[in-house]
């Protein structure tokens, strides 16, 4: 069977998203493109043959539309969350799955009621090789228990746009996320620290900012946000364990080596780096909409990972004071 999937939101991570889709996998189709804007769902879904659509509901109930890809704004993700839910249709929502936890937990009240998990979180860092190489060796034990993760998310620049909110709910949201799947367990507490401020930012954003974190298990983690470096995009992370230290290698591409020095090219955005990830996410998510089972990330996930968002912005907005992480008892749906 080929599936035929509905993307809710036609911005440049949709956009991306369906060539993608056309071009790098199997056992899909692209056969409606909805947007507030009609004329952006109409320039995105000529190419594919697609329909066009102005709102989500409308792509949501097409009966040609068989799984929905949404890729709009987090805070408007809930309600079409739910409503392909209730349509009885898997859904692969970009983070944050909402940015509210009393969003989040209404999506998973609807999926308990649908009787089948049904939503993916777009937390591509699980597909990626580096990673899951490095979740193999914490896995197999012979290094002894994780102590510590120190990360460092670094952006070239942002736009005027990105508020210091978004540091956390935004940037910060892949390794908290990440972090929760490499360690098996969840995050307890939370603090954000604020080192001095680069002259490189605009002046209403804190950058850069250090949000620091401990596990049920007393794993202590860091995570440098700094997204005005300029000179790429860099995703580091140093895994230590009791008798070993696991660090990402996956920047290095090439080195050169002339009198300037020996150096290796940067990624400069987040589709550079995880373009693998992103591809591996789709097929798998594709293949298991094909087989009606579910993959990836849970609303689970992405109802926890929001709760340590909310922690975190609530340590930002309270000079960096510890704030334990509120999670509501899992249920048994997603164990």
């Known amino acids: ?27 899909a189709k692209i056969t409606a493109v909805a947007d507030i804007v009609l004329d952006a769902a109409r320039s995105a879904a000529e190419p594919y043959g697609a329909k066009a659509y102005d709102n989500s509901e409308a792509l949501i109930n097409d009966p040609e539309v068989d799984a929905v890809v949404i890729a709009t704004f987090g805070k408007v993700h809930a309600p079409d969350v739910i409503k392909c839910i209730e349509a009885g ?22 999926e308990q009621k649908a009787g089948k998990k049904l939503v993916t979180v777009g937390f591509m860092r699980r597909f990626d090789a580096a990673y899951n190489e490095m979740k193999a060796v914490l896995d197999k034990g012979d290094n002894g228990e994780a102590l510590l993760v120190h990360n460092r998310h670094r952006n070239p620049s942002v736009p005027e746009s990105y508020t210091s909110r978004m540091a956390i709910d935004d940037t910060a949201i892949h390794e908290i996320d990440t972090m929760r799947w490499l360690l098996g367990e969840e995050i307890t507490e939370v603090r954000v620290d604020r080192p001095k401020l680069t002259t490189r930012r605009f002046d209403h954003l804190i950058d850069p900012v250090v949000v620091v974190m401990r596990t049920e ?8 946000v700094n997204v ?19 660090r990402l290698g996956d920047q290095e591409k090439i080195f050169i080596r002339d009198i300037h020095g020996d150096r290796n090219a940067m990624c400069q955005s987040h589709i550079d780096r995880f373009q693998a990830a992103f591809t591996t996410e789709f097929q798998s998510w594709i293949n298991a909409v094909d087989a009606g089972e579910h993959t990836g990330s849970t609303s689970w996930d992405g109802y926890a ?5 909310d922690a975190a912005v609530e340590s930002l907005e309270n000079d960096g004071k510890v704030v334990k992480v509120a999670l509501v008892e899992r249920p048994a749906f997603y164990a």
């Open 1 to 27: 069977m080929t599936v035929r999937i509905g993307l809710v939101g036609a911005g440049g991570m949709g956009r991306a998203h369906l060539a993608r889709i056309h071009n790098d996998l199997a056992g």
């Open 217 to 224: 298990s007393g794993v202590l983690i860091d995570d440098e």
């Open 89 to 110: 249709k898997y859904v692969l929502c970009e983070k944050p799955l909402a940015t509210t936890a009393e969003d989040c937990l209404a999506i998973m009240e609807a």
């Open 228 to 246: 005005n470096l300029e000179y790429g995009y860099s995703i580091e992370c140093e895994l230590v364990l009791e008798n070993a230290a696991v």
């Open 305 to 309: 990972a929001t709760a340590v968002v």
